[in-house]
């Protein structure tokens, strides 16, 4: 059994976790270095960091998936008392009532909400269901927080904000009294994620205590109430929200200025690639496109904006190579292409940036090295007769990992070591260091810290400045907004023609994405509607 | 309470020692059964180690055994690299075999050179088809290569027994279910005279080699282990799944197809049903065993028909049944697999404690 540490109630009555001088080291790597951080009842506190600023190793600290080596986690008793929280137990760190939102959520696909949310709460041998009272309480729950799901829905039908909303409701069921949530707005609209916001302030306001985990810095200001930054391991600030300031907050967690990202003002050249009325019907709005007709430029970045699956899938495949149009053209250069495959889209100068980096973008097993030449190794710079230039593959990697500071132990090492950021670089090398002419960058900065995306964007407005195309698909308005040359939005597989982006209001942008308005051909016909009532 | 973190680097000795230990571990506890059996445990692992290694007679007994599953060994190995879950290297050994016998039983006739090369290459050819259409179903229409390639085992096995009865029945047999021998000069000639072992066990080596430098050093190997670990980056980046595919299979499927070759020419002369005792499937483990490594697969292969060999030798001379044998490479299977486990994860037992 574990040691209980009473503290006088006097001094800490609102005080429900409390974490102290916790440490952890893989091996010469010191994870977490003595962090301090408490969270009182109704608080939402913001956990900041850059990827592999010790988040997520505090957190599994939190939750019993790993032993501190030094420090300890206190958390409240439902009478009060302070107890010390057994470390390497997660059942102790549920029993205490604490709940996790994952960032890829934990729920089974083929079951009902309702099922998902009752799965390991009931006896494992019973004769008869019976979910009169779990129906009661989660409607109580429901009413109570304004997070309203149809429950008899099988998951797979959900959208990824009602499953989110699920698996709140999850921890909510199991009495959680903190609620953690790793990365929640990162699959969400903008309209998602304020509402997701409005909900969590509603259940602060009930006493729940919540600790974000983020990394964008708006969306922090915007709901927390208490800000921590974490950097390399160690806490190195923390401040109320309200004296907290955008800037300030970006340096500290990358520990140095941020450059920010701005276009320079350059005229569009001759169209790279021109979509004519192209339509690919698979059946599903998500993997479907219906009569898209789009050009993008020499020198242009085109944005597409769009609530995730509504047929951005369908658009990158076919720009990426890996499928093709059922009816319509696609010109590259005004030639008409005919043979839709990746590896000559590849080698004609397409430079593609995956979606889903980990995924689609490396081979975790194989090198860095491997990983950088894996377009090229047909070319007779790495291979000859069949056999691989190693020479030539790692010294190509020596390069990249230079001029585009991937940080990694050495071309030789397995790419499942490096990080998401790093992964996103090591992509970019691949991709950009052979000049290309068009750039399909789907989600480039999607799950990167304010460091990482700010290189991306850097590497595609110094692509655009050399003359390349870029097309980006983001879900990330302030991303459009900031790098895009024209934006056009994508819903349902239609995509409405490319508006200038300084001509662009951002809650119109919001309605178009929700279906809600056509594209405007006077760009400043009404901006009165309030684009949260359409989440 | 037990917990495990996994490992970001297995040094060497965990790469190479632990299937050697667990092979080890595995030897050890056959005294179990063996005392079970009421047999003197030493005098058992005495007689299996003579059994295998104990005169040129017993090692080239061992190493004739051997060759068939270093080539099957390496026919698993290629397919499991590319996630290809072939289980029809049996199959594919028939095929091969019948191949070589329907081409090198007269039909046409010529030198060694020539006969010896000509019945390889259809033996390969044979077996190759074999996987090659299941893969296909694989990669175009999702089919579930285990249960095809599983199960056109019986089927080939089956069709095999009808020709022997049938269009490759030996008329001077006395009625036996077996084929036409195969003609002097396109039998594989033996290494040491008077002995068994013969040219199939080089080749087989070779084979391990060459499929060793496919894999490392060339442009096929690196889509291989591309398509393998990652099909969908693999298919991103621009190379072919399903010509990856297809060639993996051609390359399995001929190995498999090649120890069948190897068995009616260098071992048996003949068709029979009876030709392979499961090598087929004795060619997984001996995969396993070896991490899918080719050069690993000499190693394993050689131990497992050591102790098969061993173990052989060992029943006959006190009176336990041999099954002893497959139930060693059993466990050392099982001790390879938890070994390959405990590479990868490190094992925490951790003491209910407080933190301190």
């Known amino acids: 059994m574990s040691s209980a540490a009473h503290i006088s109630p006097e001094t800490s009555h609102d005080l429900l976790l409390s974490l102290a001088g916790v440490t952890k080291r893989f091996g010469a790597l010191v994870a977490n270095d003595a962090i301090d951080l408490t969270v009182h009842k109704g608080e939402i506190v913001a956990l900041l960091g850059e990827n592999g600023a010790g988040k997520t190793t505090l957190m599994n600290i939190l939750f019993g998936h790993y032993v501190a080596d030094e420090g300890t986690v206190t958390v409240a008793r439902r009478d009060g008392g302070l107890e010390q929280l057994e470390p390497g137990a997660p059942q102790a760190a549920l029993d205490a009532g604490i709940g996790m939102v994952h960032q890829h959520f934990t729920l089974a696909e083929n079951l009902t909400g309702l099922d998902n949310i009752v799965l390991g709460t009931e006896p494992i041998f019973r004769l008869r269901r019976d979910r009169t009272k779990a129906r009661a309480k989660l409607n109580e729950l429901m009413a109570g927080s304004g997070l309203n799901v149809d429950l008899d829905q099988p998951v797979h039908k959900l959208t990824v904000g009602e499953k989110q909303r699920v698996e709140i409701l999850k921890a909510l069921y199991r009495d959680a009294r903190l609620l953690v949530l790793d990365e929640p707005t990162a699959v969400l609209t903008p309209q998602e994620a304020d509402s997701l916001f409005a909900i969590l302030r509603k259940l602060a306001a009930t006493g729940l205590a919540v600790i974000i985990i983020a990394h964008k810095l708006a969306e922090v200001l915007a709901v927390s109430h208490r800000i921590a930054v974490l950097r390399g391991g160690a806490k190195v600030g923390e401040m109320k929200t309200t004296d907290a300031d955008h800037n300030s907050i970006a340096e500290m967690m990358v520990g140095r200025e941020v450059p920010v990202s701005r276009r320079t003002a350059r005229e569009p050249g001759k169209p790279v690639i021109t979509l004519n009325d192209v339509t690919i019907d698979r059946g599903d709005s998500r993997r479907s496109l219906h009569g898209v007709s789009i050009t993008a430029r020499e020198g242009e970045i085109l944005g597409i904006a769009g609530v995730s699956g509504n047929g951005q899938a369908a658009l990158a495949q076919l720009i990426a190579g890996l499928d093709k149009p059922d009816s319509g053209s696609v010109e590259i250069f005004g030639d008409k292409i005919e043979k839709f495959d990746a590896h000559t889209f590849a080698q004609n100068g397409i430079a593609r940036i995956p979606e889903d980096r980990h995924h689609d973008g490396m081979v975790g097993s194989m090198t860095v090295a491997e990983n950088i030449a894996i377009e090229d190794v047909r070319s007779p710079e790495y291979q000859k007769f069949g056999f691989l230039d190693f020479d030539a593959i790692r010294k190509r990697a020596e390069h990249a990992i230079t001029d585009y500071d991937v940080r990694c132990p050495g071309p030789d090492a397995p790419a499942r070591l490096l990080s998401g950021g790093n992964i996103q670089k090591l992509i970019l090398a691949r991709v950009l260091e052979k000049s290309p002419r068009l750039i399909l960058a789907n989600q480039p900065s999607r799950g990167l810290d304010v460091g990482a995306q700010s290189e991306v964007h850097r590497r595609l407005l110094e692509a655009r400045q050399g003359g390349s195309a870029v097309i980006l698909i983001s879900e990330d308005l302030d991303e459009l907004l900031t790098i895009s040359d024209q934006i056009a939005v994508i819903h349902v597989g239609h995509i409405t023609p490319a508006m200038p982006t300084d001509a662009i209001d951002r809650s119109e942008l919001g309605l178009m994405m929700a279906g809600q308005k056509a594209a405007p051909h006077a760009p400043h016909a009404t901006k009165t509607t309030n684009p949260g009532e359409t989440a | ?356």
């Open chain 2, 1 to 356: 309470m037990i917990r495990f973190e996994p490992r970001s680097n297995p040094g060497p000795f965990l790469i190479y020692g632990v299937p050697v230990l667990a092979a080890t571990i595995a030897i050890l506890l056959a005294a179990i059964p063996l005392a079970l059996a009421g047999a003197p445990i030493f005098k058992a692992y005495g007689l299996m180690i003579t059994g295998a290694f104990g005169s040129v007679f017993s090692v080239s007994e061992m190493l004739t055994r051997a060759t068939p599953l270093i080539l099957t060994g390496l026919a698993a190995a290629i397919a499991f690299r590319a996630k290809l879950w072939n289980i029809g290297a049996e199959g594919q050994l028939y095929m091969g075999a019948m191949a070589a016998v329907a081409i090198g039983s007269g039909v046409v006739d010529g030198p060694s050179w020539v006969m010896i090369p000509l019945i390889i290459l259809a033996g390969m050819a044979a077996g190759a088809l074999m996987l090659i259409g299941p893969t296909l179903l694989k990669t175009r229409l999702g089919v579930d290569e285990v249960v095809t390639t599983l199960l056109l085992n019986f089927i080939v096995l089956l069709f095999v027994q009808m020709m022997l009865e049938g269009a490759l029945k030996d008329p001077m047999s006395m009625g036996w279910p077996q084929s036409e021998p195969i003609i002097d000069s396109a039998i594989f000639p033996p290494l040491l005279e008077r002995m068994r072992v013969h040219i199939g066990l080089i080749i087989a080596l070779g084979c391990a080699v060459a499929l060793a430098v496919l894999v490392k050093r060339t442009v096929w190997g690196f889509e291989i282990r591309a398509v393998g670990e990652n099909a969908p980056a693999a298919r991103f980046s621009g190379i072919s799944v399903t010509k990856t595919m297809v060639l993996v299979a051609a390359l399995s499927g001929g190995l498999a197809g090649l120890a069948g070759v190897s068995e009616v020419a260098g071992t048996r002369g003949y068709l029979a049903t009876d030709l392979s005792p499961g090598y087929g499937y004795a060619g997984i483990v001996v995969a396993m065993l070896a991490r899918l490594s080719p050069v690993g697969v000499i190693a394993s292969a050689l131990f497992v028909a050591s102790v098969f060999v061993g173990a052989d030798s060992m029943s006959r001379a006190i009176g336990v049944s041999s099954y002893l044998a497959d139930l060693i490479v059993a466990m050392a299977l099982l001790c390879v697999l938890i070994g390959g486990f405990l590479t990868r994860f490190k094992v925490h037992f951790d003491r209910k404690s407080t933190a301190g």
